[in-house]
């Protein structure tokens, strides 16, 4: 199983700022299955990038992914006070094929 | 816009099957995988399983003996069926479009439905 670790587990940030979220894989993950996901409370996941770097679509280009092998960033460059969220890595391949990380919550200062 | 929609019983006690439906509205059928994943209370995602629209399966093996996910192509649904549930079971469950081939990507997702197991 390819375990995806994110961190850190919470972070304390003020509107305006950078939010810089980390997910590391057990192993090697293809940056062309490695994806991020934003949930409010109450609300289902909804797909923000794809392919580690492409944005989905009417995703706000505040939001930016990048990375490769082991080691992935989701980077939210100036937070707005509805990017205040859990965000999810989620990646494809070994068994099972689909493994989520733990999140990390993005909370207001 | 393709939409999700999903229903089922919310309440069920130990050792009962879980049944949720999810309808695809607005979209195509063909193409895609079909999935399951879930959330307990307060905790992150799990992947439970997909099916193709011609009925190929794929299974978290966690959870495979108990697990059937099926198709119905004629209403564009599809359905879970998680047997001798426990209150580990107890979860938000989302049905979601799962993109699989030079990408992956879950989108867009059901609303959820929340199960709880409790005798």
């Known amino acids: 199983e390819i375990v995806l670790t994110q961190s850190p587990g919470t972070l304390s940030l003020s509107p305006g700022e950078r939010a810089t979220l980390l997910c590391r894989a057990s192993q090697s993950v293809s940056s062309s299955f490695l994806a991020w996901y934003q949930q409010k409370p109450g609300q289902a996941p909804r797909l923000l990038i794809y392919r580690a770097s492409s944005r989905a679509t009417g995703i706000p280009d505040r939001f930016s992914g990048s990375g490769s092998g082991t080691d992935f960033t989701l980077t939210i460059s100036r937070l707005e006070p509805e990017d205040f969220a859990v965000y999810y890595c989620?990646?494809?391949?070994?068994?099972?094929?689909?493994?989520f990380g733990g999140g990390t919550k993005v909370e207001i200062k | 816009q393709m939409e999700l929609q999903q229903w089922g019983a919310g309440l069920l006690k130990p050792s009962e099957t879980l049944s949720l439906t999810c309808a695809v509205i607005?979209?195509?059928?063909?193409?895609?995988?079909w999935g399951w994943v879930r959330q307990p209370p307060g905790k992150g995602l799990e992947w439970i399983g997909d099916?193709?629209?011609?009925?190929?399966?794929s299974y978290n093996p966690s959870l495979k003996s108990r697990v059937t996910i099926s198709v119905d192509m004629s209403k564009n649904y599809f359905s879970l069926k998680l047997t001798s549930v426990t209150a580990a079971d107890t979860a938000v469950y989302f049905c979601?479009?799962?993109?699989?081939?030079?990408?992956?990507?879950?989108?867009?997702w059901g609303q959820g439905t929340l199960v709880t197991v409790s005798s």
């Open positions: 979601a479009r799962h993109r699989i081939g030079v990408v992956n990507w879950f989108d867009p």
């Open positions: 099916i193709s629209h011609n009925g190929d399966t």
């Open positions: 607005g979209g195509s059928f063909s193409g895609y995988f």
């Open positions: 989620q990646q494809y391949g070994g068994s099972p094929p689909v493994t």
